[in-house]
């Protein structure tokens, strides 16, 4: 039984780790994207097609 208890165990631990590092990568993702917009907006004049 203890086992079992200890296999729960870690993969509980594993699990809460993917989650926190999806949550560092989204919000690194969403920062990237922000700052991407904002000198697009800002060199918006010079930019032609």
Sequence with gaps: M???YRTM???GAANIAI???MIIA???TG???IVS???LLRKKAGLTF
Excluded: D, F, L
Aim: charged share 15%; hydrophobic share 45%.
């Design 9 to 11: 165990r870690n993969t």
């Design 19 to 21: 989650g926190i590092i």
């Design 31 to 33: 920062v990237v994207a």
């Design 26 to 28: 989204g919000v690194s």
């Design 2 to 4: 203890e086992r079992v």
């Design 37 to 39: 917009g904002a000198n």
